[in-house]
Nanobody
Framework: QVQLVESGGGLVQAGGSLRLSCAAS????????MGWFRRAPGKEREFVAV????????TYTDSVKGRFTISRDNAKNTVYLQMNSLKPEDTAVYYC?????????????????WGQGTQVTVSS
């Protein structure tokens, strides 16, 4: 069982930065691929970024490439999402999720555990 708790969301102006954190419980954190998803108002949840547990490889959705960076600290059982050059269209509730897959899953159904989400609001 893995429990995930996100933090770091808030209100920021366009062009600003935020760093989201996701703290995980459990001694097997290092064996989980970790992903970030988001759900904007009136839209479906969408994939943002993923970092694999075995080789640390990363994958991003096109709209955040070059602006967002996913990383993990296995010693702290934490995964991060550094978000730079934020845009109003990045406004959403951001969720972290854990998957037992070793590939880079980009679909919600490939993840086993979810956090409660943290709100990110980008003003224009």
């Amino acid at each position: 069982q893995v429990q995930l708790v996100e933090s770091g969301g808030g209100l920021v102006q366009a062009g600003g930065s935020l760093r989201l954190s996701c703290a995980a419980s459990g001694r097997t954190f290092r064996r989980y691929t970790m992903g970030w998803f988001r759900r904007a108002p009136g839209k479906e949840r969408e994939f943002v970024a993923v970092i694999s547990w075995n080789d640390g490889s990363t994958t991003y959705t096109d709209s955040v490439k070059g602006r967002f960076t996913i990383s993990r600290d296995n010693a702290k059982n934490t995964v991060y999402l550094q978000m730079n050059s934020l845009k109003p269209e990045d406004t959403a509730v951001y969720y972290c999720a854990a998957s037992a897959l070793t590939t880079a899953p980009t679909h919600s159904h490939e993840y086993d555990y979810w956090g409660q989400g943290t709100q990110v609001t980008v003003s224009s």
